[in-house]
């Protein structure tokens, strides 16, 4: 059975910064493109950066290039997002997404607030 576990979030102040990590299990991990998307309350769930299989196409939302970092292991079937400068509308939960052509897992979600 496939899993994403996602670990890293908690609360942080403004200005801070967090690194998120997601472990996947039972998939060639290296054949997926990797996301993170986050959902704040009463909006929709929105892509915050995706990495391909092979590290070489990198894409981010606008509200978060240059302060957010994503990067992948394969080796030890892990994506990470380092997250910089946080602020309070960074609040949300972060999910993980592994998709590849007709596939498309989630993970379960991790909570990232950022207040003062």
């Known amino acids: 059975q496939v899993q994403l576990v996602e670990s890293g979030g908690g609360l942080v102040q403004p200005g801070g910064s967090l690194r998120l990590s997601c472990a996947a299990s039972?998939?060639?991990?290296?054949?997926?493109?990797m996301g993170w998307y986050r959902q704040a309350p009463g909006k929709q769930r929105e892509l915050v950066a995706i990495?391909?299989?092979?590290?070489?196409?990198?894409n981010y939302a606008d509200s978060v290039k240059g302060r957010f970092t994503i990067s992948r292991d394969n080796a030890k079937n892990t994506v990470y997002l380092q997250m910089n400068s946080l602020k309070p509308e960074d609040t949300a939960v972060y999910y993980c997404?592994?998709?590849?052509?007709?596939?498309?897992?989630w993970g379960q979600g991790t909570q990232v607030t950022v207040s003062s």
């Open positions: 990495v391909s299989g092979g590290s070489s196409i990198i």
């Open positions: 039972e998939i060639i991990f290296s054949m997926y493109a």
């Open positions: 997404n592994a998709k590849k052509t007709l596939v498309n897992y």
